[in-house]
């Protein structure tokens, strides 16, 4: 039995609560320009930027500014959004108390923002330069309790005010110490009201019919063992199948297949199941012992035009001839080519369009290895057209055909000539 076996990736978002991966930051990371993008409430922070980066950007301020730190030290340049309109507050928890790190955060949606810190024409929200606390664990941040939006370096709060934004609102975070640190830290932030969980997007699985197929004897309607060429079930590609005599699989509804079947001493058959939206689907294919004049349309085998170029539609039957002729190797075929000329006589042209339609068949088997010996190929011409005035472009590709008629079946057939016969010929 074959099954199609179908994979499904689901991805599912939500806010992370956990440490990140251990990030190494580089001097660029000590400048506005190279800010880190935080994502998540959560942000922990191994190993901290030596320096202040590559360009000293905050200098030359008074000890007792209160928005700004004196100069940079020891900096790492964030940027984040807030997922939700709230009131924000932080905390930055150092790993080792004995570090003191400061803060200031700037509004991010200014057009030149990192210039404009430089050249001091923006000014901090929030900042905090107070010495450390180890009562509590040299912690600072925002908090709804602080008064004061900022805090001046010295003696003081390790808190500043809360900050009211907007959903999606941008802003900058620059974290220094005067002195080197000992360790890392962590940034949390805490939204109120809490950001709603992030939707989980619904995994739409695609409707499936069931397609079974059964081969059986013609003659006797027993089950027989036989090969498939199924064109339509993967993508750009003809599929292939045997050892069974009952085949099942799931695809999805409105495609359209192409079925070959044959098996060794049988003649091969086709048939097309047409895209529905039935549930099941049942295919019985009947083959019939090969013989001396049988002759079968091989259905699919499309042309371009007034040329003998097949069209990529053709590849399921062409694959089907040549497994035909490698499971039967005392078969010798006749491959007899047909174009559509409606209202014209037989004349020179069509029948060396024919034949080089059928040579094109020809060639095909030989480069697959079947022996030039056992394939014969000639042109009609216009001669036996299925649809001598077609009606529409479905008639005139049928009448644009190639058939397979069976010169002999014992062992020791030879065709001769591949281009000899009584029929009509192209050279």
Known sequence: MLRSSISIFMVSFAFAV?????????QANGDCTGAIFIR?????VDQTVRGFGNVLEIKENPSEDKQWFEREHHT???KFRVPVACELTLDIIPKDIRDDFDFLIFEGAIPGICDKVASR???PLRSNISRNDPSVSSRCGLSTEAPDPYVRSGVGSSYSSALQTEAGQLFYLVVDAQEKPNAGYTIQFHYDPVPPPAPVEEIKVKEQQHVVINITDKSSGLPIDAMLTVDGLQFDKVSEFK?????SFDMDLFRTLKIGCTRKGYMFSTTVIKGTVEPEIFVYLTLAPVSAGEK????????????NKVMRQSEGALLLLLRFMQENPEVAIEVQGHVNGPTFKNKKEFIELSTDR????????????????RIAYKGFGNSEMLYPEPRNQQQSEANRRVEVQVLGTGSGNSVGDPRLSSAPQGR
Do not use: C, K, M
């Open 358 to 373: 059928a040579r094109t068949v020809y060639d095909f088997l030989l480069v697959n290895d079947v022996e030039a010996e």
């Open 18 to 26: 956990t440490a990140q991966d251990v990030e190494q930051y580089t």
């Open 243 to 247: 050892g069974a005599s009952s085949y």
């Open 296 to 307: 079968v349309v091989l259905d699919d085998i499309r042309f371009v035009g007034n040329e």
């Open 76 to 78: 790492t340049w964030y």
């Open 121 to 123: 024409q923006v000014t």
């Open 40 to 44: 998540d409430p959560i942000h922990v």
